[in-house]
């Protein structure tokens, strides 16, 4: 479904992305770890178009979409839920669903009814600001506002930071249960969350992936991991 090919990004001089590959297949959960700074965040936003790379192709569905601007990214078939969340402050929790929702489809895997249903405590709150929510609560107003523009990947950036444990078991159940319908690459901090919600993992390092392998093989190695992660 989607491919990374030896794609390079830059903030400024600094060279963040240097030839990072990957590949999520469809119907998968797939996890990208890596310490902070590693590249996580900025594997995500150039995939999205928000940090466009210089150099390396971004393919999704046999499509080369690196170049494109962000809403064509994302009417093609990608969501993305930023690690700062970026809720409308000002816009209810309705506003905030409705300013996202895909136009011009007859069939939608996710109109505001069941959106709703996924999210009884937006259902509750649907007539509250976004800048009156948690951050628990503002965390699965993201999610739901990505879904409601009908993606079939949906990339998750450190969706559990700053988070009390029990939102966290929360989104893992929620992670879970998208993942019946939805193609997942997420981005994390929480190895054992990632570990346990993903199939395959890739590690980052320095802007360039050092390993990759299903999370089995994660989980009954936590000594390489461990390494990889500390270097």
């Keep these: 479904m989607l491919r990374l090919e030896d794609v390079h990004a830059y903030y400024g001089e600094s060279h963040v992305l240097q030839g990072v590959s990957l590949e999520v297949r469809e119907g998968e959960v797939v996890c990208l770890l890596g310490r902070n ?3 996580k965040t900025t594997t995500l936003r150039a995939i999205m178009g928000l940090t466009p790379p ?15 601007p962000p809403n064509r990214v ?37 109109p505001l009814e069941r959106i709703y249903d996924l999210f009884p405590m937006l259902a509750e709150r649907r007539d509250q600001p976004g800048d009156r929510l948690s951050g628990g609560q503002q965390q699965m107003l993201t999610i739901a506002r990505a879904l409601v523009g009908e993606p079939d990947l949906l990339l998750l950036d450190e969706p559990n930071e700053g ?21 997942i690459l997420l981005t994390e901090q929480n190895i054992r969350f990632a570990l346990r919600h993903a199939k395959r993992g890739y590690v980052i390092q320095k802007g360039r992936i050092v390993h990759d392998a299903p999370t089995d093989e994660f989980r009954t190695r936590p000594e390489r991991l461990e390494r990889l992660l500390s270097v």
């Design 74 to 110: 994302n009417a093609l078939g990608i969501g993305f839920v930023p690690e700062d969340r970026r809720v409308f402050r000002g816009l209810s929790v309705a506003e905030n669903l409705q300013v996202a929702e895909a136009r011009g489809r007859r069939q939608r895997r996710w």
């Design 54 to 68: 210089a150099r390396g192709r971004v393919v999704f569905r046999d499509r080369i979409i690196s170049g494109l």
């Design 163 to 183: 988070l009390a444990p029990v939102v966290v078991q929360q989104i893992g159940r929620l992670v879970d249960e998208l993942a019946a319908t939805t193609t």
């Design 37 to 39: 700074g590693a590249g």
